[in-house]
């Protein structure tokens, strides 16, 4: 019987694996796998040059030029951020798929996505953050006269015109530093529509009237006697009153009395100022004999006239000092 050489049966054997696998290389040629593909010479994507990249390496270029950060400016504050902070996004496998497919020389675009949502979350935490109020003029005694702070601006940011101008950034791929738009917030009390201010020394049975900073009139006042005293503080006008009913409050002097109503037995006067003191207020009286003294249970009185012209000129948050000189 016919019998094959050793060296020749694993050869046979080695070409039959081939066949049945699907595999079998042609004379001649090996198994290495072909080189990936190029992009052409000259081909951009944006400002980045891919020509001669292949896909991985125009990918890594791609993106490393589009995740630099931005440098964001508001009043002197400056942060950075990622695109991805703000909602941006790429997508690099259509960019490179087109950059594969280009002509040479070609200058391709490279398309950004914004997502609505978290680009507002993002300027709405930074306007948040670097928002600064507005501060109102107050006012507190200064060797017993009042003294108004000067008011001061604020600002916030603008975030509609915020969102916009980002957008446009990275349509032109562009990073800063830039400043955020903003827009002035202006206090809504200050020197100029301060008011009037009052200042009660008790001791001295007087109260003074004061434009903003400025003396204006002084009249003699009746206070509380030493058992019912005028409370010493920083107290506003909360409430008036013209030809005002007097009710009985809920104290031990007042039990049995019935309220009584506008007209000249009234003892409240014509004109009532409550004050953020509960129970207490500036008042006309028809006593006139007691001003000058610690009279009242605890209200300040005016002579009627006085009264009327101190109503006229106050108004709800003046601010009312009461002190002991």
């Known amino acids: 019987m016919f019998r094959l050489r050793p060296t020749v049966r694993r050869a046979a054997f080695v070409l039959v694996l081939f066949v049945l696998l699907g595999t079998a290389p042609a004379y001649g040629q090996t198994t290495t796998d072909p080189p990936p593909p190029v992009i052409a010479e000259g081909v951009t994507v944006a400002s980045v040059a891919v020509g001669g990249m292949t ?10 030029f589009f995740a630099r950060p931005f440098t964001f400016t508001l009043h002197g504050h400056t942060w950075t951020s990622g695109p991805a902070r703000v909602g941006a996004s790429v997508d690099y496998p259509a960019v490179v798929a087109a950059a594969l497919a280009a002509a040479p020389s ?8 914004v997502y609505g949502p978290t680009l507002r979350a993002y300027v709405a935490r930074k306007a948040t953050l670097y928002r600064r109020a507005a501060v109102n003029s107050r006012v507190f ?16 940011m603008s975030q509609l015109d915020a969102r916009l101008l980002i957008r446009s950034l990275l349509a032109a791929h562009e990073r800063g530093p830039t400043e955020l738009p903003s827009h002035v917030l202006v206090p809504k009390i200050t020197r100029e529509n301060f008011g009037p201010v009052i200042v009660i020394r008790r001791g001295s049975h007087r109260l003074y009237v004061y434009k903003v900073m400025l003396y204006w009139r002084t009249f003699g006042v009746a206070v509380g006697r030493p058992e019912f005293p005028t409370p010493l503080g920083h107290f506003t006008i909360v409430t008036k009153q013209r030809d005002p009913w007097w009710y009985p409050p809920d104290s031990s002097w007042a039990a ?9 037995g009234n003892p409240l006067g014509t004109r009532w100022m409550g004050l953020s003191a509960p129970g207490v207020g500036i008042h006309g009286t028809p006593d006139a004999a007691s001003i000058g003294y610690s009279a009242s249970h605890g209200c300040i009185r ?3 006239p006085d009264a ?3 109503f006229d000129r106050v108004r709800i948050g003046t601010h009312v000092f009461i002190v002991s000189a």
């Not at 070609?106 to 996505?113: G, K, R, S, W």
């Open 55 to 64: 896909a991985d390496e125009a990918t890594t270029a791609v993106r490393a």
């Open 106 to 113: 070609t200058a391709l675009p490279l398309p950004v996505t």
């Open 141 to 156: 005694l200064r060797y017993l006269r009042p003294f108004v702070t000067r008011s001061k601006n604020g600002y916030a």
């Open 256 to 264: 049995g009395a019935s309220p009584i109503p506008p007209g000249p």
């Open 302 to 304: 005016m002579r009627i």
């Open 308 to 310: 009327e012209w101190l």
